[in-house]
Structure formats: C-alpha cells, structure tokens
C-alpha cells in the first residue's frame, strides 16, 4: 500500500511554544489529507480536512488559529500547534486518501506523540 | 446523527476464532473500513466491504449488511500479535470515515 510519513515522531515542549508536525505522502498525490487527533483509550478525533491548494475544514469544536494547517503541495500537510498548553498534549495522526478509485482508502502517517509540560 | 456501537473490550484464546461486531448509523454510505490499531501506533488498514457479502483476505475476514447498519470482521488462527483495538470505520456520504472507540481485543496464551 501507499506510504505515509510522518515528522517528527515525539516531541516535547514547553507550554507557549509552536511546534509543527509534517505529514507527507511518500509515492502517491494527495489531493486530500486529514488530521486526527486521539487521546488514550479514545477513539480518534478529526481535526481537519486538507485540501491542497485551499484552506482547510475544521470540524466543529476545532480552533483554525490555534491548529493552523498549510496543505501547500500534492504531497505535504503540516499541522502547527500555536501556543501549546498541556491539555494539547496527545497522539496526533494524519492521514492521506488515494486518488478517487474503487476503494478511497485512507492510509495513516504512523503519528505524532506531543506532550506539553 | 452518526454512531457506531462496537463491544469495548474482548477476550479470545490464541489459535481460536473471534468474531468482532459493529453496527452503524450514518449520514449516507460508502463503504465500511475495519482498522487495526497497537497501542501507541497508527491505525493500519484491514478490509474494506462496499457490497453486501463477505470478504476474504487471509486470516481476516469482514462481512457487511447495508441494509441491517451491521458489519463483523472475523479473525481465524488468533495469534498473539493480533491482541490490539479494531476500529469499525464506515465512511459517509461526504467520504469521511466515521470512527468509534474500537474494540480491544486481548489474545491469551
């Protein structure tokens, strides 16, 4: 299947630092990318919709300042929490969907650990 | 609105067979994703079901019922290695994927 990165892995910062997470599809255009966030035991959350070219969508309950998303090429989304604060800290999780085909398959960057102190 | 309803946690011995359920509810359909997911890691792709029946794909195997909301992926020769969460993700009209909070499956020795 197609391949999903995701940098940096873990990260740790200190309350009112900016940190970026980069999501990148590795052999294949993403016309769309999504951004998930998920806290233990938890299911995921979508943040956002990434569509390149355009701004994104936030789902309801989501700050557009505060998680601020750049889908600037076919193949990169980044994701930058502004001002993180401890109860940002979580798993975040981006995703990228194929080209429009039979199944439209969403395949999963292997995520981003943040945790605010 | 939308809701998926899968049991939160289940137990199974390895070498068994387990059958995991899901029913859905949502704002149209196309098609129903099951994920598996280890703790800590990103959700990795299992099946994909957009018609009625049964699909095959090697010990894994997932079932759909448009027409009943339900859906079950079905795990023969359990080893240790498949103790994670399985999400039940059916995607709507709009083509988003609709997650629950998946089903934790324990493998015993």
């Known amino acids: 299947g197609a391949v999903v990165s995701q940098h940096p892995s873990r990260v740790i910062c200190k309350s009112g630092t900016s940190v970026k997470i980069e999501c990148r599809s590795l052999?294949?255009?993403?016309?769309?990318m999504f951004w998930y966030r998920q806290f233990p035991k938890q299911s995921l959350m979508l943040m956002a919709t990434?569509?390149?070219?355009?701004?994104?969508?936030?789902e309801q309950g989501v700050e557009k300042d505060k998680f601020l998303i750049n889908h600037a090429s076919l193949t990169l989304s980044t994701l930058t929490v502004t001002s993180a604060h401890p109860e940002d800290s979580s798993f975040y999780i981006c995703s990228a969907r194929d080209p429009p085909g039979e199944v439209n398959e969403q395949f999963f960057g292997p995520g981003t650990r943040l945790t605010v102190l | 609105g939308q809701n998926i309803d899968q049991p939160t946690e289940m137990t199974a011995t390895e070498g068994a067979i387990v059958q995991i359920n899901c029913t859905y509810q949502t704002s149209g359909f196309n098609g129903l994703f099951w994920y598996q997911q280890h703790a800590g890691e990103a959700p990795t792709f299992l099946s994909y079901?957009?018609l009625d029946g049964l699909e095959e794909k090697g010990r894994f195997s997932s079932f759909l019922s448009r027409s009943k909301g339900y859906s079950y992926l079905l795990l023969k020769e359990l080893q240790m290695k498949d103790s994670a969460s399985y999400l039940c993700a059916p995607q709507d009209s709009n083509y988003q994927l609709i997650w629950g909070a998946g089903t934790k499956l324990i493998i015993k020795p």
């Open positions: 990434s569509n390149e070219g355009s701004k994104a969508t936030y």
């Open positions: 052999d294949f255009q993403a016309t769309t």
């Open positions: 079901n957009v």
